[in-house]
């Protein structure tokens, strides 16, 4: 099926380790973007991509790395994984037309 | 001030019952709008584009108001699957922001 595909679904990390949170989408969509999602928190803004090369800051950037080196795929890097680093993580990509198309997300726990 | 602020409720209603949420924004600069519906463990999915000139899909309208900086959006007759997070997003430059969402429980 078209769409935002996440993987993997769920995670546990220890805290320190590192690990790569995938993002794929078929859509040929140029913006793409990371969120976390806590309670009470709302969605919050990673970091974003507007093509292929381009990637940029968005709200809570520390902790996290991201690259776009081509137009599908967009994978967010945690380096050094900590507790507060346990959320619900959303890729999306963006149609200007019809809005944000998500991902199913990745519960990530870091203990 | 939040770039865009939402009540959180929860707004609890009958079946059957109207309801509308709003959604306020900060950015006067602000290009495109839209509500998202979010269940519970779930990823948003787009509920329908926000429009200047209103836009109605069954029982769902919503309507942007520039001059005010707002949003809205109204339920007519109120299904007990209606019962999720509504969220409101707004794209400024391709740079998205989303509103922390309203919760809306309808009861039998």
């Known amino acids: 099926n078209a769409g935002v595909t996440q993987t993997p679904k769920f995670q546990v990390l220890k805290t320190g380790q590192s690990m790569t949170l995938q993002c794929a989408q078929d859509m040929n969509h140029e913006y793409m973007s990371w969120y976390r999602q806590d309670p009470g928190m709302g969605l919050r803004l990673i970091h974003y991509s507007v093509g292929a090369g381009i990637t940029d800051q968005g709200e809570v950037p520390n902790g996290y790395n991201v690259s776009r080196s081509t137009t599908e795929d967009f994978p967010l890097r945690l380096l050094s994984a900590a507790p507060s680093q346990t959320s619900v993580y959303f890729c999306?990509?963006?149609?200007?037309?019809?809005?944000?198309?998500f991902g199913s997300g990745t519960r990530l726990t870091v203990v | 001030r939040k770039e865009v602020e939402q009540d959180p409720g929860p707004f609890n209603v009958p079946e059957g019952a109207t309801v509308a949420f709003n959604c306020t924004y900060s950015n006067s600069a602000s290009q495109s709008f839209f509500w998202y519906r979010q269940d519970c463990r779930k990823e948003p999915k787009l509920l329908m584009s926000v429009y200047s000139s209103g836009n109605e899909d069954g029982r769902f309208t919503a309507q942007l108001n520039r001059a005010s900086q707002y949003i809205s959006l109204l339920i007519r007759d109120s299904k007990l699957s209606d019962s999720a997070t509504y969220l409101c997003g707004l794209v400024r430059g391709y740079i998205p922001t989303f509103g922390r969402g309203t919760s809306l429980i309808v009861h039998p």
């Open positions: 999306a990509s963006l149609d200007t037309n019809y809005g944000y198309t």
